[in-house]
């Protein structure tokens, strides 16, 4: 009985795992798209654009992705953001904190992994 109920749990977890992921690459999507047909379409941009083509385009609708991602990036790992955290939720209880520490460290990985995947395809 023990392992069905882990096997479900694990299930539960993976599942808003991928669901998180697709709707950080989702937003991420919405992003890019806004900024790429802001440089693409816009008047003031029309002969910059006819010069380098989509080069511009790409480059700077990949822009605000980093810059929001660094952003994210960064955040779970202030030093005063984590105290202030820990002095409201370790009141409460240990667990609900050691619980946030675990997934800020896998957001913080998924982030670098993000950021060298979309810093890669702008360097090509």
């Known amino acids: 009985m023990q392992q069905t109920g882990k096997i479900y749990h694990e299930t539960r977890n993976f599942v808003f795992k991928y669901f998180l ?5 989702g937003f991420n999507f ?3 798209c806004k900024a790429f047909s802001n440089y693409h379409h816009e008047p003031q941009y029309y002969y910059l654009s006819k010069i380098l083509g989509n080069g511009l385009c790409v480059s700077r609708g990949t822009a605000p992705v980093l810059n929001l991602t660094m952003a994210l990036i960064t955040l779970p790992m202030c030093r005063s953001l984590n105290v202030l955290l820990n002095a409201i939720f370790g009141r409460w209880s240990s667990r609900v904190l050691v619980f946030y520490l675990e997934k800020i460290k896998v957001l913080h990985l998924t982030l670098g992994t993000g950021l060298i995947i979309v810093g890669g395809k702008l360097m090509e």
């Open 21 to 25: 992921a697709f709707t950080w690459v």
């Open 30 to 32: 919405v992003v890019f």
